[in-house]
Structures are given as structure tokens and as C-alpha cells.
């Protein structure tokens, strides 16, 4: 089995600063792509920002120039640095990664959430 573990999360004022953090362990061979979605309440689950294992990143519109994703591919983990949050980041945030399993099998994995409030 595999499980993807978050933290970080919390409560932060307008124009502060959150880092997430994800990792993943169990029987893990390797990890391709890795991600971080937010569901914000009443609202469908959105893509933040992916990783892939050479290190090319993509982001949302939304949060380009404010949150950096980043990773350690020898600790299992992908980061998520927050800066400059605003009160429309408020959402619970999920971390999501390809994982190859040991044995070969490939399946996407999901964390369990972190929440993050952007709040004065």
C-alpha cells in the first residue's frame, strides 16, 4: 500500500506565507508526476500546481508568481511554498502523485487534505 501524508497547513493572514508539505511511503518503486489540487467549499477540485520527475512545473493561472511546487525525489515528498496569500486561497489542499509500486503496478494516490485559511 501506499499513503501520501500532508502538513502544514493552517490559518495565515492576507499577505503571508504557508509551506505545504507530502510524502509519500510504503511499497513506493518510483514517482512520476506530483501535484497539488484545493477544493474550496461549494466548488469543484483545481488543479494548483504539478511537478514531474525531471523537475517541469505548471501552475494555475491564480497562483502564478506567488507559489512555487518544488520537490525531493530522495525523500518521496513534494513541497508547495505559499507566498503573498489571499482570502480566495482558503481551501482544503490535496496533495496528488503517480506512483509506481513495487511489484510495477501504477495508480494515482491522494493525501488525505490540509486546510488553509487566508483570514484576518
Known amino acids: 500500500q501506499v499513503q501520501l501524508v500532508e502538513s502544514g497547513g493552517g490559518l495565515v493572514q492576507p499577505g503571508g506565507s504557508l509551506r505545504l508539505s507530502c510524502a509519500a511511503s510504503?511499497?513506493?518503486?518510483?514517482?512520476?508526476?506530483m501535484g497539488w489540487y484545493r477544493q474550496a467549499p461549494g466548488k469543484e477540485r483545481e488543479l494548483v500546481a504539478r511537478v514531474t520527475i525531471g523537475g517541469s512545473t505548471n501552475y494555475a493561472d491564480s497562483v502564478k508568481g506567488r507559489f512555487t511546487i518544488s520537490r525531493d525525489n530522495a525523500k518521496n515528498t513534494v513541497y508547495l511554498q505559499m507566498n503573498s496569500l489571499k482570502p480566495e486561497d482558503t481551501a482544503v489542499y490535496y496533495c496528488?502523485?503517480?506512483?509506481?509500486?513495487?511489484?510495477?503496478?501504477?495508480?494515482?494516490?491522494w493525501g488525505q487534505g490540509t486546510q488553509v485559511t487566508v483570514s484576518s
Open positions: 496528488n502523485a503517480l506512483v509506481r509500486r513495487i511489484g510495477g503496478a501504477t495508480y494515482y494516490y
Open positions: 510504503g511499497s513506493v518503486f518510483s514517482i512520476n508526476d
